[in-house]
Structure formats: C-alpha cells, structure tokens
C-alpha cells in the first residue's frame, strides 16, 4: 500500500528518493513527502495528489541532504491531506510509516494526557511523539527505537531520521515488507526491491520483529528483543528499466499485450513442450497423498483460484475448499495435518493471505505459493513456491498476473491429476498441447478485437451500471470483468452465476442494463443461451464473449458479439480473459480515468 525508500550516503538524495518513489506509485497512494537532513537540520516538503506535485514544490524549494526518507501514503486514519501526509515531525524526530498501529487511540490519550501536542490525524504520529518522549526522557536513539517498538501494536513497516544524528536510519518491519540496499559508501531502504532497482540488487530483507540501524557502510538488525541477529544478503531479480510503458499509454494496455509472450515463458517453467507431459512439480506437495486442498488469495488471485478449484476437482479428483483469505480463518475450517494448501498473491505480501497462510501452518498442513515475487514473504514461508512468472506488474488492476496464476494453477492440475492416476497419458498430452497453444491464441485475440472492443466500451463508458454472467469457469471470470470494470472505470458492475439470473439480478433488466455473457460454446453453452434469452425477453442490452461455434448457435437481435476462436475448455478462462480485460480498460480510457493507479486501491494490500 504506502510506499517507504530511504538513502544514506555522500551525494545528495532528494530527486533520488522521489524517482524511487516512483517505482512504487504502482502500490497506490493518495499523497507523498520527502525529509531530509542538512546542516543538522530536518527538513521536508510534502504534498498531496500524485508525485507531480511533490516534484513542482521540490523545484520551488529544493532539500539539501545525503540522508533523507520519503514515502507515498495510502490513507487509512485520516484524510488524504499536505497536514497528514509523511514525513511527520516531532521535536527532531521524522518518521514514515506503512500499515496500522492498532493502539494508536490508547496511546494518544496517553501521549496527550502527558503534554503531548498532535498536529496530524494520523495513527503515524504516535510513533514519532513516542521516540521524542523517550530521548527526552534520556534515553539513546536505539534504546528509544527499542522502547517504542514494545509499545506499538499492529503492522507496520517504518523508517526514522533523528536530527541529531544525520549519518544513521533506523527501521522496522512487523508485517509490510521492507528491503535493505547495499550499496558502495551508500545504503537503500525501500518496501520492496523494486524502488531499489536502480542503485542496487543486493538485498536483504527484515522479517517481522526486526529493526535495523542503517549507515553509510552497512547495517545493524536486531531482533524483537534487541538482539544482534544476520539477515542473509541476496540478488534481487528486480530490473531497473521495469517500469517503462514502451509505446503504450498505459502500463495495464502493455501488460494485457505481454501476455502472449509471459504465458509462454511461464508455461516453460511447468510442461515439456516437446512430449507435451508436464514438469514434475516440488517435492515438498505430493499430490498423489494429499486427500485434500484449500485455496485463499485475495481479490482477482481469489479469483484465479476459484477457477483453480474446478481444474483440481475436475482432473485431479481432489476436493478443493476456497476461501478469501480476509474470511478464512474466521471460519474454523477443520483442517487435516495431511492435506495441502496453496495461497495466490501477485505480490507476496498480500497480508490477509499471509495471515492464512500462517494459520495452515499452525495446523501442520503443506504450504504452496503461488507467486509472482520469489523473494516475498508468502514464498519464504511456504515449503513449495510455484512462481507465475509475470513480470513486473505496474497496473493496479490485475492482468498478466490473473492468466498466469491461471496457467500455472493449470499445470498443476495437470500434474496432480497424473500423480492421483485421474489424468491418463494421453489426456495429459491432449491438455498440454492445448497449453502449448495459449500463446499464438492470444496473440490472435489480441491482434483481431481491438475495433469491437472499443466500439462496446464507448457505449459501456455511457452506462451507471454493467451485470456479468457465466457458467463453469466463466462464473469466476464474470466475476473478474466486474471487478475490473468496477476498479479502473468506477462503474457499477456485478457478476453472477447465470443460473443465478432468476433469483434475483432478473429485476435489474431493462433497456438501460448491459448484460455481458461469456459463454464459449462448451457443456454449459445451452443453458446459458436460454438466460440470454429471459434477459433479451425484459429488453436488456446484452453483449455476449463467445466463440465461432457459439456465435452460430445463437442468434438474439438486441446482441452484440465479440467472436473468439474455438479453444479447448482447459485454455478458456485464459482466453476469454482478454476481452473482458479490454474493455474495461478501453472503458476506463474513454471515461478519462486514472487507468494505471485509481483512485482508493493500492496494487499491494499489507494491511488486514
């Protein structure tokens, strides 16, 4: 969600720290700051709204210092304002600060009974009167950091400057992830490796309950108890140039385009494309045991895994229980130490995903990521990592990463279908060859919808509410072009089962409702045909997804159709993916959106 970097070195830092910022934008914010010290003196400038606006009072009033945090925050406590942006300041203390203090009530009442002053609305704020009460009351810099940190409850991922002390960071991490830069005379400090990129890849990652004290030639990490403990030191993967658009307008225009060539590299980590048999998956799952399995992700991951569900079920025989995991704890699932779970997160550090993931653990079962960051938290604590291999995903809305969870959770399917005896060789084969052909498929889409996209979506930009409907693993993916439509447009959009059409959504039909079906033409294609009709009978606007051997089988007057080359039903959900993600991006665009961050989500959750 918010975004921390920090630089402690012998050149100056402010532009540094705001393109750094930069490179998290992707994360979602709804203003920023930067504090530096010079001539031992804090110093900042903040503002509120985009980078931009930073960078023109910058301008207006450069920062002076080699020393300096910055962040780009996400409002949780109070409103997205200059007053409450970071850094916040408190008697020679700065602080920035991603995730919540649970008990930021408790403490500002103690705080204020105490004589304490608070300029902000903040739950941040605490941290910063807490360090300033603590070195006046005498304590050392550290003996404060430590002090603090014993009284805070939450998440939290911070990064403290102290006026008196201009060559030295402290941070902490207890849930939202925080990356260490090693640098040549210089250190980085960002929440994630990608902020990084351009200074350095060695990191080293804070786990929860440590706080570091950083300096110019190296750090110092302690755990929750003050003692010295060693993080490993790592190459990152994360490339400088990632975050190019190219010559696309948006970063989600270029990820939706990406992904004929990203499913390619991705299914080349899980089948042989030569005998079309897949890879053998992680010893640390075996399938051909596992009497069960749970799925919890969040958002479009959930999503991904809701499809999942039917592959597992379907070709593997394995019973599949599916959760959000905001709601997966709370459930009291009777959970087997023998059976198997697998968690889906784009970024890895999606918390409410974390959280469940931890909970399985407790109960003894077998661990499985399906990531797209290899260095996350969710991949270090799970025993099998199966990355999606996406590539760097910018977009606040999901696209590359959603097919490739896809792809992946496919070939897994596959793999435990083969490994239960469910999927005999032949159909291994069969369903491998029709994953081979997912790259030329998409690019064919691609290359042939693009005038019918965008014709649709001018008319969907005209609409206050849009209704989704499929069947099989076309329910989830209604569900996902709702979603869609819903984050990057702000449009109303719902997705149901279309079976569930009559029990309900029926009475918001008429000549004002876009009603959008996805429907290749497979076992499910007659009944959802005869829903067409119930909402053709009440005049609504229906715009069906189908294929070529759909779009023969049904003929309705008020329909539009966007025409998709007949696929096996392994590859649909992939598919068909793309036109449900082009128009809501081509709606969003003719809307004038904020396509690539908008407005209240934040691409990485890591707060429950």
């Not at 299914?267 to 009497?291: G, T």
């Not at 997160?345 to 918390?351: H, I, R």
Request: aromatic letters at 6%; proline letters at 4%.
């Amino acid at each position: 969600m918010c975004g921390i970097v920090g630089i402690v070195g012998q050149q100056p830092v402010s532009e540094r720290l705001v393109d750094a910022l930069k490179r998290l934008e992707y994360r979602g914010y709804d203003s920023a700051g930067v504090a530096t010290i010079e001539g031992g003196a804090l110093d900042r400038r903040r503002a509120e709204g985009k980078l931009a606006n930073l960078e023109a009072r910058l301008k207006k009033e450069p920062l002076a210092g080699s020393i300096g945090i910055a962040h780009t925050r996400w409002a949780t406590h109070g409103a997205p304002t200059e007053r409450n942006a970071h850094p916040h300041f408190t008697d020679g203390v700065a602080v920035v600060h991603n995730g919540i203090i649970e008990n930021f009530a408790e403490l500002k009442d103690e705080l204020s009974e105490a004589g304490a002053e608070f300029q902000t609305e903040t739950d941040t704020e605490v941290v910063a009167q807490l360090l300033a009460r603590f070195c006046r009351d005498g304590l050392g810099r550290r003996e404060a950091m430590h002090a603090m940190l014993k009284r805070v409850k939450g998440a939290y991922a911070l990064a403290v400057l102290f006026q008196d002390d201009p060559s030295t960071i402290m941070a902490a991490r207890n849930g939202p992830p925080l990356a260490i830069g090693h640098g040549n005379g210089e250190m980085f400090l960002g929440s994630d490796a990608i902020a990084l990129a351009p200074f350095t890849n060695e990191i080293t990652y804070l786990i929860d309950g440590d706080w570091a004290v950083i300096g110019k030639t190296g750090v110092h990490i302690f755990d929750m108890d003050g003692n010295s403990v060693t993080r490993p030191r790592q190459v990152s993967s994360a490339a400088a140039y990632m975050v190019d658009k190219g010559n696309h307008r948006h970063f989600m225009e270029k990820e939706i385009y990406e992904q004929p060539e990203v499913i390619s590299h991705a299914l080349s980590h899980y089948v042989n494309f030569i005998d079309h048999r897949v890879l053998p998956v992680s010893e640390a799952i075996d399938f051909a045991k596992v009497p069960s399995l749970a799925i919890s992700a969040c958002g479009t991951a959930y999503l991904a895994g809701l499809i999942g569900k039917y592959w597992f079920e379907r070709y593997a025989r394995l019973p599949v229980e599916i959760d959000v995991a905001s709601e997966f704890r709370y459930r009291e699932i009777p959970l087997s130490p023998e059976s198997a779970a697998l968690f889906i997160s784009q970024s890895g550090e999606t918390a409410d995903t974390l959280a469940s993931l931890r909970y399985c653990k407790e109960h003894g079962l077998k661990i499985g990521a399906v990531v797209n960051t290899r260095e996350s938290t969710i991949a270090r604590e799970s025993d099998a990592v199966f990355p999606i291999l996406a590539g760097p995903e910018i977009g606040v809305a999901s696209t590359k990463a959603f097919t490739c969870q896809l792809a992946v959770l496919a070939s897994l399917a596959i793999a435990a279908g083969r490994a239960r005896g469910t999927v005999g060789e032949l159909e291994e084969q069969a369903l491998v060859r029709s994953l081979a052909e997912m790259p030329r498929l998409m690019g064919q889409v691609l290359n042939s919808i693009q005038p019918k996209i965008e014709f649709l979506s001018r008319e969907l930009s005209k609409c206050r509410d849009v209704l989704y409907l499929g069947r099989g693993t076309s329910f989830p993916l209604a569900m996902e072009g709702a979603l869609k439509l819903k984050e990057i447009s702000y449009i109303h959009a719902e997705g149901y089962a279309a079976g569930e059409l009559k029990h309900g959504p029926i009475a918001l039909i008429d000549e004002n409702m876009p009603v959008i079906v996805i429907a290749p033409h497979d076992r499910f294609f007659d009944k959802t045909v005869s829903n067409m009709q119930e909402v053709a009978a009440r005049g609504g606007r229906i715009i069906l997804i189908t294929d070529e051997r759909g779009a023969a089988a049904s003929k309705l007057d008020t329909m539009h159709t966007i025409v998709l080359p007949n696929v096996d039903e392994i590859i649909a959900p992939m598919i068909f993916s793309l036109p449900v993600q082009l128009l809501a991006y081509h709606t969003a665009v003719f809307m004038g959106t904020d396509v690539d961050q908008p407005r209240n989500l934040a691409k990485s959750v890591t707060v429950e």
